[in-house]
C-alpha cells in the first residue's frame, strides 16, 4: 500500500533490516474460463521489484525481498509473514470499497488478531480531503456581541 510505504523503507534503513514487499491478488475468471495469473503475477513483481530499487536509491537501506500471490489476503499474508521469520507487518489500510484486493478494516483486525508479531496498521494520509479544504479555509468571524 501506497499508504504504508514510507513506513517500511524506513524502518528498512536499520542495519540488518531486511524488508519483504508482498503483493497479494485475487483470481481472475477469463470468459475462456482460464485463470488470469500469470500475466498479473509477473506485472505486480515486477512493480513491486521496481518500487523497492527506487525506495533503496532514495532512501537507503537494502533492496527489498519482492513476494506475488494469488490467494486470500488475510490468509496469504499471514502465511508469508511466518514463512519469512517477520518481526513487524505494516498494512495500508483503506477503504475497500470496489477493491477487493485492498485491506479494509475487517481484514486489519483479522491480520492483527492472529499475526504471530506486532502489526502496525497506517491508514489513508492525514488530512483527508474533507479537514485538508476546512484547514484551508479562512476562520469564521462573529460579527457583534456575544452575550
Partial sequence: SKFAEPYAFQL????GAQLTLLRVLRSRLLADGKLESEERLKYAK?????TGLYAAWR????????????????????????????????LGIAKAEGAPEIF???????????????????????P???????LQEEPVRIAGNLQ
Avoid at 46 to 50: D, I, N, S
Avoid at 59 to 86: C, D, F, Y
Avoid at 109 to 118: D, E, G, I, K, R
Wanted: aromatic letters at 8%; a neutral charge; glycine letters at 8%.
Fill in 12 to 15: 528498512g534503513r536499520d542495519p
Fill in 46 to 50: 515486477e512493480r513491486l521489484h521496481a
Fill in 59 to 90: 532512501v537507503g537501506g537494502a533492496i527489498p525481498n519482492v513476494i506475488a500471490e494469488i490467494g486470500s489476503k488475510v490468509e496469504t499474508t499471514l502465511r508469508v509473514a511466518n514463512i519469512t521469520g517477520t518481526d513487524l507487518i505494516i
Fill in 104 to 126: 479494509g478494516w475487517a481484514d486489519a483486525y483479522q491480520v492483527v488478531c492472529s499475526a504471530h508479531c506486532p502489526v502496525l496498521t497506517v491508514r489513508h494520509t492525514f
Fill in 128 to 134: 483527508d480531503p474533507y479537514f485538508k479544504r476546512l
